[in-house]
């Protein structure tokens, strides 16, 4: 565990450092033609090593690069920044958080899978005043609205069933919940990335316990991409 928080702490630091010098990746470079719509100049895809994309047959290149493939496909302007970062936690998130709500840019938040695995973090999933990273998400949300960010919200994906890590499916689910009504509460849009798993071959889209193939980040990537075209304020401020 003092591992394991150190090594977070590096990350933390490297994102930190990456961010100060707008040295992002992103997946394909958006075409020019004047009739393409636009999405903001920056979509961010925050999250942990599954939005980072562990699993994938190319490592590293998770839901993000697909998405803004359907994007691009479907005649969208604009990039995915890839801001997935293995291991981490919403707390982790927090010391950069001010970077992010300064740019004009779409927010996707999809965390929780480590803190829901970390009893500090998340003592009741069912009581957001006992679970740390259901406040916390409550609180990026909050900044992002206030900042003129636009935030979307994600469910915590299952894990395989029978793998070592079922026994968090439960908690997971009560931990949706809370999600969800902070996303109502707030009046944001949120992927059901956990009911997509679940309704588009569940286990079969894993690549070990929790992290998927590419065939089930590629669901998560189509849950996001409607979630943000049935978004009517998605549409309205992004598009022509």
């Known amino acids: 565990m003092g591992i394991q928080k150190f090594l977070n702490g590096i990350r933390i630091s490297l994102l930190i450092f990456v961010l100060s010098s707008c040295n992002h990746?992103?997946?394909?470079?958006?075409?020019?033609?004047?009739n393409l719509k636009t999405f903001p100049p920056q979509i961010f895809a925050i999250g942990d090593s599954i939005t980072w994309g562990k699993g994938a047959s190319v490592e590293g290149e998770g839901y993000p690069a697909m998405l803004e493939q359907k994007m691009l496909t479907a005649g969208y302007s604009g990039?995915?920044?890839?801001?997935?970062?293995?291991?981490?936690?919403?707390?982790d998130f927090l010391p950069a958080w001010n970077w992010y709500l300064q740019q004009d840019a779409i927010l996707l938040i999809m965390l929780g899978a480590n803190d829901i695995m970390s009893?500090?973090?998340?003592?009741?999933?069912?009581?957001?005043?006992?679970?740390?990273?259901?406040?916390?998400?409550?609180?990026?949300?909050?900044?992002?609205?206030?900042?003129?960010?636009?935030?979307?919200?994600?469910t915590v994906t299952p894990t395989r069933t029978g793998d070592m890590l079922d026994m968090y499916n439960l908690a997971i689910q009560d931990l949706n919940v809370q999600l969800k009504l902070i996303a109502a509460e707030l009046k944001v849009p949120i992927a059901d990335t956990h009911s997509a798993i679940l309704a588009n071959g569940g286990d079969l889209l894993f690549s070990d316990a929790h992290h998927f193939n590419d065939q089930g980040y590629d669901v998560i990537a189509s849950e996001f991409f409607t979630t943000l075209l049935k978004n009517p304020l998605m549409i309205e401020k992004f598009s022509d």
Do not use: H, W, Y
Not at 141 to 152: F, Q, R, W
């Open 119 to 154: 009893p500090e973090l998340c003592t009741d999933p069912r009581d957001q005043q006992n679970c740390q990273m259901l406040q916390n998400i409550r609180k990026m949300t909050t900044s992002a609205l206030n900042a003129g960010a636009l935030p979307v919200l994600a």
């Open 25 to 34: 990746s992103s997946s394909p470079t958006a075409p020019t033609e004047a």
């Open 79 to 91: 990039q995915v920044f890839n801001e997935g970062i293995p291991s981490a936690t919403t707390e």
